[in-house]
C-alpha cells in the first residue's frame, strides 16, 4: 500500500490514466483554437470537442447540441440559475430549493434574493430526504424554477429525481439538478430534467471543465449568458475553449459508462464492509443518511464524544474529509448535517468517508482498523449519544 491512503473521492478524483492518454495529443500536436476554422490545427482541435461533446451527452440521454461546457460545476450551476432566472423574469421570481444543497446552488440563490428574488428552501427529514409534497406546496405562480441536487456530496443521498421532476413540470416550472456527484456514478437521465450541471474532476477527468445541460425542445429552455466575449459554445459561453479538458471530460465520462455496474457493486461491498466493522466496534457509530438511497461509494459517519477535526489530525495515514471541500475552511458545522437534525457537537463529530476507481479491499482494510484504534482513544469513556 502507498501512504497516505486517498478516501476523499467526493472531494474530486485523480485522472485516469486512459483519459490522460486521450488528453495528450491537444497539449502537444493539436493545440490549435477550436474555434479556428481556417486550419487543420483548428479543425483537430474543434472535432476533438465534438467527440466530446456527443460522449457526455450519451452519458445522460442528451442530445449533443445540448451541451454547454463550461469551466465546472460552480459556473454550471451559476449559468442556469442567474441565467434563467434573468431569462424568466417577467413570469415570477421566484426559486425552490433544498437546504442541503450544494453551496453553488445557496450562494447563487442567496445573490438572486439581494436583488428582489423570493427564495424558498425547503427542509429534508433525518434521512437527507426532500419531501415531494413540500415541493409541490413550495411552487408558486410565480415559481420560475427549482432546483434539487441528485446526489449529495456529503451523505451521498440519491433524492428521488425522477418523481420531483414530474411534480415540477405538473406545476408548470423549470427543473435544475447538480448532478456533479451522481454523473458517471449512477444511470441518469434527463427525460424530467430541463438543466442539469456536471464536471469532469469528480469522475476521473481534469479539473477546470464542467458541463451544463440545457433542454433544447418540449420545453425550449433560455438561458441569458452571463460572460460576454466571442460567442462560444453557441453563444451562452464565452472563451476560448479548453480544448485538452473538454476532451479529457468526454473519456472519462465514456470511461464510466462502460464500468458503471461493476464499479458500483465493488465500491459498495467495499463501504459494507467499512461501515459494518465502524458500527459493531465502535459504541454510538452512526451513518447519516443510511435509510435513504445512497451513493455506494460514499459514507459519512458520526463518532459521539471526538472532534472530527482531531480525528483526521490523528489519521495522518488516511485522506479524509470533515465535510464539502468546498466549506471545510469555514470551521462552521455541516449545513448538510444540521438540515438533517443533528446539533452542532454531533456535526463537528462527522466524517465523510469516499471510496473511488483505485481503492482496494486492503486499504478500507487498513482505514477501518486505523479509525477503530484511534476513535476508541479519542472517545470519552461515558460520552453521550448524539
Not at 283 to 292: E, K, L, M, Q, T
Not at 348 to 365: D, K
Amino acid at each position: 500500500m502507498t501512504f497516505p491512503i486517498y478516501l476523499d473521492y467526493n472531494a474530486t478524483t485523480p485522472v485516469d490514466p486512459r483519459v490522460l492518454e486521450r488528453m495528450l495529443p491537444f497539449f502537444t500536436r493539436h493545440y490549435g483554437n477550436a474555434s479556428s476554422k481556417g486550419h487543420a490545427f483548428g479543425w483537430a482541435a474543434a472535432e476533438g470537442v465534438k467527440q466530446a461533446r456527443e460522449e457526455v451527452a450519451a452519458a445522460m440521454g442528451a442530445d449533443p447540441s445540448e451541451i454547454v461546457f463550461t469551466g465546472g460545476a460552480t459556473e454550471s450551476i451559476n449559468l442556469a440559475i442567474k441565467g434563467i432566472a434573468a431569462a424568466y423574469r417577467s413570469k415570477g421570481r421566484h426559486i425552490v430549493t433544498v437546504q442541503t444543497e450544494h453551496s453553488a446552488v445557496l450562494e447563487a440563490c442567496k445573490a438572486l434574493e439581494q436583488d428582489g428574488w423570493s427564495i424558498t428552501r425547503l427542509s429534508v427529514g433525518a434521512d437527507g430526504l426532500v419531501r415531494l409534497e413540500d415541493i409541490e406546496a413550495a411552487i408558486t405562480e410565480e415559481t420560475v424554477l427549482v432546483s434539487v441536487m441528485w446526489a449529495n456530496n456529503e451523505t451521498g443521498v440519491l433524492q428521488p429525481i425522477t418523481a420531483i421532476g414530474e411534480v415540477v413540470h405538473r406545476r408548470g416550472a423549470l427543473f435544475l439538478t447538480d448532478a456533479t456527484q451522481a454523473f458517471g456514478k449512477i444511470p441518469i437521465s434527463v427525460d424530467v430534467v430541463d438543466v442539469m450541471a456536471c464536471t469532469a474532476h469528480k469522475l476521473y477527468g481534469p479539473k477546470g471543465v464542467g458541463a451544463l445541460y440545457i433542454r433544447r425542445r418540449q420545453p425550449r429552455v433560455r438561458v441569458v449568458p452571463q460572460i460576454d466575449g466571442g460567442g462560444q459554445e453557441d453563444g451562452l459561453r464565452a472563451g476560448t475553449l479548453n480544448t485538452p479538458g473538454i476532451v479529457g471530460f468526454g473519456s472519462a465520462a465514456a470511461v464510466a459508462m462502460a464500468g458503471m455496474e461493476a464499479e458500483a457493486a465493488r465500491l459498495g461491498a467495499l463501504r459494507d464492509v467499512l461501515e459494518s466493522r465502524l458500527v459493531e466496534v465502535l459504541p454510538g457509530v452512526r451513518v447519516n443518511g443510511a435509510g435513504a438511497p445512497r451513493l455506494a461509494h460514499v459514507s459519512n459517519l458520526t463518532f459521539p464524544g471526538v472532534r472530527s477535526a482531531n480525528l483526521v489530525a490523528e489519521l495522518r495515514d488516511l485522506a479524509l474529509s470533515t465535510g464539502s471541500a468546498c466549506s471545510s475552511g469555514t470551521g462552521n458545522p455541516s449545513h448538510v448535517l444540521k438540515a438533517m437534525g443533528l446539533s452542532d457537537e454531533a456535526a463537528y463529530a462527522t466524517l465523510r468517508i469516499s471510496l473511488g476507481r483505485f481503492t482496494t479491499p486492503e486499504e478500507v482494510e487498513h482505514a477501518a482498523s486505523r479509525m477503530i484504534s484511534v476513535v476508541s482513544r479519542l472517545q470519552k469513556p461515558s460520552h453521550v449519544t448524539i
